[in-house]
């Protein structure tokens, strides 16, 4: 791609070289400007046009974002420096309704559209096919975003112009509609996309648009599922978007072209999230690269430790090395405090919270620095987050950053997540799908074998609001313990109608223990010690969401006044 940038600069010095000698340049096209005319020529048109909407996925944002995009959920809180910010208000209930804005925007979808217009005039080279698919999975993508936040929407697979009044002015499409679209748009670019080994590890493929179809139909599937009979419902029991899932996501797994990526089991969980190059990793689909020195981009992570920090409640989901609950595992020797905390547990709580001993980072002079009393002042549980956290890359001097992590967007363990579940939902989970999903999750860590017809039922299973098949409850477990931080949790908690998990509580971390009160007196604990940071925070002293109203987004008032057909979203 930063090939693509170079060779863009050389054409445009050429022109305007060749510019001044031939003809006046008020007669040419603006040399800043590339007209309609003169595009839409060759594939690579049409690869220069989507480069642009790659820069839309998500990343490591500005001079870096604390690498938790699960904050605001109930596993990962903001610090009190960041209370009251946007993370916190959904669950709590309290947005407002927006006079503009809000995420109620079709400008991404407009450039969508037009690329797909136009796509059509470049007539030969042996990746256009590929391209317009790739038009096709943006298209998706930004249509299943509006579709997680508002539910109905207008379809709209035109560009839009002030004449068209029957576009500007629709209603909104029932969800079920508009999953059905978004999907269509995926079956489509599953059939003119190439894969990775075609088009290289930088751009969207055939299985990544595949995995997203599986994403995309399991969400909308165990919404309509979960949410019969109420405001939110869809037009179907939801077993028609979930077999979907299963097929799409059965479909990567047997292409074979990505595996997980494996190691010593004390390490290879870590050692996942801390790569500065994805580009020959099996499991990474899709990642962002970055490279400070080179390109001075503003990559690095936020400070050490980052401004949130993983929930007690999180660490609960973790379970015992023995592969039993932590509430009946003779192996448990306790989580009070953060020295307990990783003994005898699922080796990925180690390999993603720091406990004292654990390496902290590597100093210039190379000594190394040893983790012994959380940053409280920027971590509000104590539990500082280690995924994604560097020490080789560590800058000690430079305002205590990690740089170069890549992002990973796409990677190849969802596919198998997704697949346990797709088929545990449909009531057709088998040991065999097991042992090709979850237990080959659990192999990398060298955690013992899920096998459904043995599983101990645990007492402390989470409260849903309904009960659910004892193997249901272990792949919804290992979905979040595997996913922890990754930005899933807040679209899992919305799909599964998961209400009953939050509303009425709050977050809370470790033990407020003697060596962090000598370090920060005075923080806020709950009647068992354990920090409390949010106990005078939230109105009424808990998450208030309102499962009549919260589970979608309100649209912004001056769009409901602007076009008369849009309705507001129940509740709101």
Same mark, same amino acid.
């Given at each position: 791609?930063?090939?693509?940038?170079?060779?863009?600069?050389?054409?445009?010095?050429? @022109?305007?070289?060749?510019?001044?000698?031939?003809?006046?340049?008020?007669?040419?096209?603006?040399?800043?400007?590339?007209?309609?005319?003169? &595009?839409?020529?060759?594939?690579?048109?049409?690869?220069?046009?989507?480069?642009?909407?790659?820069?839309?996925?998500?990343?490591?944002?500005?001079?870096?974002?604390?690498? %938790?995009?699960?904050?605001?959920?109930?596993?990962? #809180?903001?610090?009190?420096?960041?209370?009251?910010?946007?993370?916190?208000?959904?669950?709590?209930?309290?947005?407002?309704?927006?006079?503009?804005?809000?995420?109620? %925007?079709?400008?991404?979808?407009?450039?969508?559209?037009? &690329?797909?217009?136009?796509?059509?005039?470049?007539?030969?080279?042996?990746?256009?096919?590929?391209?317009?698919?790739?038009?096709?999975?943006?298209?998706?993508?930004?249509?299943?975003?509006?579709?997680?936040?508002?539910? !109905?929407?207008?379809?709209?697979?035109?560009?839009?112009?002030?004449?068209?009044?029957?576009? @500007?002015?629709?209603?909104?499409?029932?969800?079920?509609?508009?999953?059905?679209?978004?999907?269509?748009?995926?079956?489509?670019? #599953?059939?003119?996309?190439?894969?990775?080994?075609?088009?290289?590890?930088?751009?969207?493929?055939?299985?990544?648009?595949? @995995?997203?179809?599986?994403?995309?139909?399991?969400?909308?599937? +165990?919404?309509?599922?979960?949410?019969?009979?109420?405001?939110?419902?869809?037009?179907?029991?939801?077993?028609?978007?979930?077999?979907?899932?299963?097929?799409?996501?059965?479909?990567?797994?047997?292409?074979?072209?990505?595996?997980?990526?494996?190691? $010593?089991?004390?390490?290879?969980?870590?050692?996942?999230?801390?790569?500065?190059?994805?580009?020959?990793?099996?499991?990474?689909?899709?990642?962002?690269?970055?490279?400070?020195?080179?390109?001075?981009?503003?990559?690095?992570?936020?400070?050490?430790?980052?401004?949130?920090?993983?929930?007690?409640?999180? +660490?609960?989901?973790? @379970?015992?090395? $023995?592969?039993?609950?932590?509430?009946? %595992?003779?192996? &448990?020797?306790?989580?009070?405090?953060?020295?307990?905390?990783?003994?005898?547990? !699922?080796?990925?709580?180690?390999?993603?919270?720091?406990?004292?001993?654990?390496?902290?980072?590597?100093?210039?002079?190379?000594?190394?620095?040893?983790?012994?009393?959380?940053?409280?002042?920027?971590?509000?549980?104590?539990?500082?987050?280690?995924?994604?956290?560097?020490?080789?890359?560590?800058?000690?001097?430079?305002?205590?950053?990690?740089?170069?992590?890549?992002?990973?967007?796409?990677?190849?363990?969802?596919?198998?997540?997704?697949?346990?579940?797709?088929?545990?939902?449909?009531?057709?989970?088998?040991?065999?799908?097991?042992?090709?999903?979850? /237990?080959?999750?659990?192999?990398?860590?060298?955690?013992?074998?899920?096998?459904?017809?043995?599983?101990?039922?645990?007492?402390?299973?989470?409260?849903?609001?309904?009960?659910?098949?004892?193997?249901?409850?272990?792949?919804?477990?290992?979905?979040?313990?595997?996913?922890?931080?990754?930005?899933?949790?807040?679209?899992?908690?919305?799909?599964?109608?998961?209400?009953?998990?939050?509303?009425?509580?709050?977050?809370?971390?470790?033990?407020?223990?003697?060596?962090?009160?000598?370090?920060?007196?005075?923080?806020?604990?709950?009647?068992?010690?354990?920090? $409390?940071?949010?106990? /005078?925070?939230?109105?009424?002293?808990?998450?208030?969401?309102?499962?009549?109203?919260?589970?979608?987004?309100?649209?912004?008032?001056?769009?409901?006044?602007?076009?008369?057909?849009?309705?507001?979203?129940?509740?709101?």
């Amino acid at each position: 791609m930063k090939n693509i940038y170079y060779i863009l600069w050389i054409v445009i010095i050429g @022109l305007f070289f060749n510019s001044c000698e031939e003809e006046d340049l008020l007669d040419k096209t603006p040399l800043d400007q590339i007209s309609d005319t003169d &595009f839409w020529q060759t594939e690579g048109d049409l690869q220069l046009y989507l480069n642009n909407l790659y820069g839309t996925f998500p990343g490591w944002a500005g001079a870096g974002a604390a690498p %938790s995009p699960d904050v605001g959920t109930d596993i990962v #809180i903001e610090s009190q420096e960041w209370f009251g910010a946007s993370s916190t208000t959904r669950l709590d209930g309290t947005l407002n309704v927006p006079g503009s804005g809000g995420g109620w %925007s079709w400008s991404n979808v407009r450039r969508v559209n037009y &690329f797909l217009e136009n796509a059509e005039r470049v007539e030969s080279g042996g990746l256009v096919d590929h391209y317009k698919g790739e038009g096709y999975f943006f298209r998706a993508w930004f249509y299943f975003s509006l579709l997680q936040n508002f539910g !109905d929407l207008p379809i709209i697979t035109d560009v839009v112009g002030i004449e068209d009044e029957s576009l @500007l002015y629709g209603s909104r499409s029932p969800r079920t509609e508009v999953a059905n679209f978004i999907l269509e748009d995926l079956d489509k670019a #599953i059939a003119m996309m190439k894969t990775a080994s075609d088009v290289g590890p930088s751009r969207l493929n055939k299985d990544i648009a595949a @995995l997203f179809k599986a994403r995309v139909a399991l969400y909308e599937g +165990t919404w309509e599922k979960y949410h019969q009979g109420t405001t939110f419902a869809g037009d179907t029991n939801g077993a028609g978007f979930i077999q979907q899932a299963a097929e799409a996501a059965k479909s990567v797994m047997d292409d074979g072209n990505y595996s997980l990526d494996t190691g $010593d089991v004390n390490d290879a969980y870590y050692n996942l999230f801390v790569q500065t190059d994805y580009s020959g990793n099996p499991e990474v689909m899709l990642y962002r690269h970055y490279d400070y020195l080179t390109y001075n981009i503003q990559n690095s992570l936020w400070n050490q430790p980052n401004a949130h920090g993983m929930t007690r409640e999180m +660490t609960k989901y973790y @379970l015992a090395s $023995d592969g039993l609950p932590i509430s009946v %595992s003779p192996n &448990f020797e306790g989580d009070v405090t953060l020295d307990e905390i990783q003994v005898n547990r !699922d080796p990925r709580l180690a390999q993603s919270v720091m406990a004292p001993g654990d390496l902290d980072f590597i100093a210039v002079n190379g000594d190394s620095i040893a983790f012994s009393v959380p940053i409280m002042t920027r971590n509000p549980t104590g539990y500082a987050i280690e995924k994604w956290r560097s020490k080789e890359l560590f800058e000690e001097l430079n305002n205590q950053r990690t740089r170069d992590i890549g992002y990973i967007i796409f990677r190849y363990a969802e596919t198998l997540l997704i697949y346990a579940e797709a088929k545990a939902e449909l009531g057709t989970l088998t040991q065999t799908d097991v042992d090709m999903s979850i /237990n080959q999750l659990r192999a990398r860590v060298g955690m013992p074998d899920l096998v459904i017809n043995a599983i101990t039922p645990d007492p402390e299973w989470p409260n849903y609001g309904y009960t659910l098949p004892d193997y249901l409850y272990e792949i919804r477990r290992e979905r979040v313990v595997e996913l922890f931080g990754e930005g899933n949790r807040l679209a899992d908690l919305m799909r599964w109608r998961a209400h009953t998990l939050f509303v009425g509580t709050r977050p809370t971390g470790t033990t407020y223990t003697a060596d962090i009160e000598a370090e920060y007196p005075a923080l806020f604990t709950n009647e068992e010690g354990f920090l $409390d940071p949010f106990i /005078n925070y939230l109105d009424g002293g808990a998450y208030g969401f309102n499962p009549e109203r919260d589970y979608l987004l309100p649209l912004p008032t001056n769009e409901l006044t602007l076009n008369p057909n849009l309705t507001q979203n129940p509740n709101w």
